[in-house]
């Protein structure tokens, strides 16, 4: 779940398959070599990937034991992972390094003195090798804590060919475009879009979308740090742009009660699943990696995308977001925790799930190469060419009370409102309730 924003991005993505990849210098990656200095020694990491994503990362994990002896744990979090790591640290049972998907979960974490400033190594590596607003991003205080391992792109739409064809509609230009061919595609015979309203986060980054470029970045980056109430105009505005989808049955498959019933990879299964029961589905550039992986779609033939479409007038929006690793000073390990931070921070490292595919590297040192398709090499270098342009997911960036919590604050009050959107006016009040508590401000 992630946060971005630059022109030069708006026309891509990332698309997740990376077949036959190289490494940096062109031949296939390989983590050996090492001293086998940690050999003997455990790290323990936890993180909110799961399916796909897990697999991928615990290649990343396997090399690191190839070249260190390091042997290593992966815990799934959930979505909720202040509430979980939280929970061990009090137990005892603290993971050395956390993957922490949300910019103010690592802000929380720094402020309860629960994470180790990042070495001299990993702070030289990442001021060399990343653009800077990756760098602010993991620092807390002006201390840096959060190395940003793994990037997404989230203002991709993706399609079925298949079904935009039968319905004989093109990738829209405008949000209002994207409605009305939706109901050319309802009336073909599938439903427009598949929502994964049961995970609230796929919710707040509709209204992101739909915020940044009818608004504008400077109400964005107001908003998302609350120095712009949600009770402002523009909010309800937005909502209201929002709610016109929401409400519509014929545009979301099987209606607001099936969104909300259906998670992220059952929306993506609604249309490139077996059964297709949609034509559209709205989330990050990792949506590819689940119709490659679980579905065997070929990325660019059975399943394309289209950027997310202005609204309003607006500029298209572009949304990112990242995964920060961070050392935990409670760790059992933490010391070797530190070592596997410091390899993340490599191109060598990064490498490793390129190759495996469903993966975008803030990291300016790794070799487009190690992607595996032309539009990921592409989308990857409008990333790196972004540098300080790029904005991160709102949700993300706010405490994790009101933007990280499974049932609870911004996720709960969307996941309701597409329940009924009615009140946008009502929604807007109560989610400015809860970001003032969350804030504090």
Same mark, same amino acid.
């Given at each position: 779940?992630?946060?971005?924003?630059?022109?030069?991005?708006a026309g891509? +993505? &990332?698309?997740?398959? *990376?077949?036959?990849?190289?490494?940096?210098? %062109?031949?296939? @990656? /390989?983590?050996?070599? $090492?001293? #086998?200095?940690?050999?003997?020694?455990?790290?323990?990491v936890?993180?909110?990937?799961?399916?796909?994503?897990?697999?991928?990362?615990?290649?990343?994990?396997?090399?690191? +034991? &190839?070249?260190?002896? *390091?042997?290593?744990?992966?815990?799934?979090? %959930?979505?909720? @992972? /202040?509430?979980?790591? $939280?929970? #061990?640290?009090?137990?005892?049972?603290?993971?050395d390094?956390?993957?922490?998907?949300?910019?103010g979960?690592?802000?929380?974490?720094?402020?309860?003195?629960?994470?180790?400033?990042?070495?001299?190594? *990993?702070?030289?590596?990442?001021?060399?090798?990343?653009?800077? @607003?990756?760098?602010?991003? $993991?620092?807390?205080?002006?201390?840096?804590?959060?190395?940003?391992?793994?990037?997404?792109?989230?203002?991709?739409?993706?399609?079925?060919?298949?079904?935009?064809?039968?319905?004989?509609?093109?990738?829209?230009?405008?949000?209002d475009?994207?409605?009305?061919?939706?109901?050319? @595609?309802?009336?073909?015979?599938?439903?427009?879009?598949?929502?994964?309203?049961?995970d609230?986060?796929?919710?707040?980054?509709?209204?992101?979308?739909?915020?940044?470029?009818?608004?504008?970045?400077?109400?964005?980056?107001?908003?998302?740090?609350?120095?712009?109430?949600?009770?402002?105009?523009?909010?309800?505005?937005?909502?209201?742009?929002?709610?016109?989808?929401?409400?519509?049955?014929?545009?979301?498959?099987?209606?607001?009660?099936?969104?909300?019933?259906?998670?992220?990879?059952?929306?993506v299964?609604?249309?490139?699943?077996?059964?297709?029961?949609?034509?559209?589905?709205?989330?990050?550039?990792?949506?590819?990696?689940?119709?490659?992986?679980?579905?065997?779609?070929?990325?660019?033939?059975?399943?394309?995308?289209?950027?997310?479409?202005?609204?309003?007038?607006?500029?298209?929006?572009v949304?990112?977001?990242?995964?920060?690793?961070?050392?935990?000073?409670?760790?059992?390990?933490?010391?070797?925790?530190?070592?596997?931070?410091?390899?993340?921070?490599?191109?060598?490292?990064?490498?490793?799930?390129?190759?495996?595919?469903?993966?975008?590297?803030?990291?300016?040192?790794?070799?487009?190469?190690?992607?595996?398709?032309?539009?990921?090499?592409?989308?990857?270098?409008?990333?790196?060419?972004?540098?300080?342009?790029?904005?991160?997911?709102?949700?993300?960036?706010?405490?994790?009370?009101?933007?990280?919590?499974?049932?609870?604050?911004?996720?709960?009050?969307?996941?309701?409102?597409?329940?009924?959107?009615?009140?946008?006016?009502?929604?807007?009040?109560?989610?400015?309730?809860?970001?003032?508590?969350?804030?504090?401000?």
């Open positions: 779940m992630m946060r971005r924003r630059t022109t030069l991005l891509c +993505t &990332a698309l997740a398959l *990376a077949l036959g990849a190289t490494a940096c210098g %062109g031949g296939p @990656v /390989s983590a050996g070599g $090492g001293d #086998k200095s940690l050999s003997g020694q455990t790290v323990t936890a993180g909110v990937w799961s399916g796909s994503e897990q697999k991928n990362f615990q290649k990343v994990l396997d090399a690191f +034991t &190839a070249k260190t002896g *390091a042997k290593t744990r992966f815990v799934s979090t %959930g979505d909720n @992972v /202040s509430t979980v790591v $939280g929970s #061990k640290i009090e137990g005892g049972d603290a993971p390094v956390v993957m922490v998907p949300q910019v979960v690592v802000q929380q974490f720094a402020k309860k003195g629960w994470l180790k400033p990042l070495s001299p190594t *990993a702070q030289q590596t990442i001021t060399a090798d990343y653009a800077p @607003v990756w760098k602010n991003y $993991g620092s807390v205080d002006g201390t840096l804590y959060g190395l940003y391992f793994k990037a997404a792109h989230k203002s991709t739409v993706w399609y079925s060919p298949a079904a935009l064809a039968q319905a004989g509609v093109k990738p829209p230009q405008t949000y475009e994207m409605l009305k061919d939706g109901h050319t @595609v309802s009336d073909s015979g599938l439903a427009a879009f598949a929502i994964g309203g049961e609230g986060w796929t919710l707040t980054d509709w209204f992101e979308n739909v915020y940044l470029s009818q608004a504008g970045p400077q109400k964005y980056d107001a908003l998302a740090t609350h120095k712009l109430k949600w009770t402002d105009p523009s909010v309800v505005r937005a909502l209201t742009t929002l709610g016109k989808l929401f409400e519509d049955k014929q545009l979301i498959a099987g209606g607001q009660k099936t969104a909300l019933n259906t998670d992220f990879p059952g929306s299964e609604k249309v490139f699943g077996p059964k297709p029961e949609a034509g559209m589905v709205y989330e990050g550039d990792f949506v590819a990696g689940v119709a490659h992986d679980q579905f065997g779609r070929t990325i660019g033939k059975d399943a394309n995308f289209f950027p997310f479409p202005a609204v309003d007038g607006g500029t298209a929006p949304v990112s977001g990242g995964d920060a690793a961070v050392v935990l000073k409670n760790g059992k390990n933490s010391a070797a925790g530190m070592k596997l931070l410091e390899y993340l921070a490599t191109p060598e490292a990064a490498a490793v799930w390129a190759k495996a595919g469903g993966f975008l590297s803030p990291n300016r040192k790794l070799d487009l190469a190690a992607y595996g398709d032309d539009v990921t090499r592409a989308t990857a270098k409008s990333l790196i060419t972004a540098g300080d342009s790029l904005r991160f997911d709102m949700s993300d960036q706010a405490p994790a009370a009101f933007g990280g919590t499974k049932g609870a604050g911004e996720w709960k009050l969307l996941q309701d409102f597409l329940r009924d959107p009615s009140d946008p006016k009502g929604t807007a009040a109560q989610l400015e309730a809860a970001a003032a508590k969350a804030y504090q401000n």
